[in-house]
């Protein structure tokens, strides 16, 4: 889009040229910006389920306090927006996709997330696999907001974080790749920060 | 930030929408797909801090109409709506 | 009754600063001439779009604050903490420059001053800017419908507008200021002092029986506390006009 350009007009972006951890055509932010196609939902972990589903057997389903009992680790990720912001050194804590889906029996080539409010996003099983993806419950060391996705979000710092689905419920395993709620829409299948994959065809 | 915070009303949405329809669509009335409930496009519930801006209806939250800015293009969807009168 | 609105698509246009009205510390009005300007109507807002010399781009909405019989178009803009669109607005714009704009905006939440039932408008903050829209609309019109303003605001410094309402409520034509304050007060406060609930619209608006028009504008959780009252009073929703800000504009 072009435009008339606003004499002294800079936003609020820093200097970021130099800086090799910033996607191209991303600017760095402090602050933790809410973005939302949706009202939040606010599931209490009582009612809170987890569940992998479309693998040889019925569905892997665990309660919130089976979920908080398997192992977990803090990670420490630069995220970045479709919408052009970046965060680095953002700090989780959550389990590991891996540990979701040890011994679940599947040919699976694909997932689909799903979350509360009907959201949706696709990503290949390998790419969520191999310690490079994690269901997140705490972020900087205090239990996960509902506006950031809390009691859990999928957490994918590789990919533009549209796909780190927020109020996450479970994956859908798959045997091919399927678009989300943003794909369906035009966001690229993908969404890989460093080729700026924001759109289908880019 | 709370989340009734981050909604707005429809009415947030017409500047986008001028570019697509050359009238006023805050005022066009839209069929839920969902519940059936008829409303003017400006009460329904806006999300637009979103990578796309979406439009909810305000009675059952059902997706209306999403609208996505992909470089030059625009696509937009009105899937949720039964039918919207301009 | 619902007018054609058959204007064409917009696109964004230039206007000219003519002017900056500084109403509190935070808050300055921007008059602008826009050639060509289509006019519009008490109520509607502008698209406004700033961009950096390298292409970056931000844009927000803002209320037109001008009457549609005014000369030059004005907006109102809060600078908002951390705000990037406003505090450029608020604190760097000069007589001069050009600004960006696309509008007007909206038809949904407008007011004509041919409309005869009375009048309620209620607002939070910088939600009073497409209503004061309304309220000089009303004025330059001669309009006489009884109409109310019930305006919350934190302090006393914070009232945008003030000296022009109090003027206009002197006008005996029929219009009405009640203001409250969620800070503390000046000395001689004679307004109220919380903030808006169930028993202060109950007391300061119309009647359900008066079927009266209403205009709500303000921060998102305002309005929704606001407009769930007066139906709860017995207002009818459809008469209920609302514009919610969100939690910012930025």
Redesign the interface.
Known sequence: MTGYVSRGFHGKREAERENARVPPGQYIVRDFPVLSAGPTPHTPTAEWTFAVVGGARQPTTWTWEEFRALPSEEIRADIHCVTKWTKLDTIWQGVSVDTLLEGIDHNATHVLAFSDGDYTTNLPLEDVSDGKAWVAFGYDGEPLAPEHGGPARLLVPHLYFWKSAKWVRGLQLMDHDEAGFWESYGYHMYGDPWREQRYAGD | MDDVALRVDGNALAGELSEVFSQDVTVARVACGGCGTVERLGADHAYIQAPGMVLRCCHCDNVLLVMVRAGDRLRMSLAGSRWIDL | M?R?????????T?GDVVELIDETPRVRTIALDVPEWPGHRAGQ?V?V?????D????QR?YSIASAPEDDRLAITVEALP?G?VSS?LVG???VG????L??P?????VWEAERTEPLLLVAGGSGMVPLMSMIRHRHAAGATVPTKLLFSSRAWEDVIYREELERLALASDGFEVIQTLTRMPPDGWTGYTRRVDAAMLSDVGWSASAMPASFVCG???FV?AVASTLVLLGHAASTI???????TGG
């Open positions: 619902a054609a609105a058959v204007r064409g698509r917009l696109s964004w230039l807002h698209d779009r700033l961009t950096a010399e292409g970056y781009q931000a909405s951390d990037e450029y760097e714009l000069r420059d050009k600004l960006e696309r509008g905006i909206g038809g949904y939440f921060p998102t959780p929704e006009k609302t514009e919610r800000f969100g939690p």
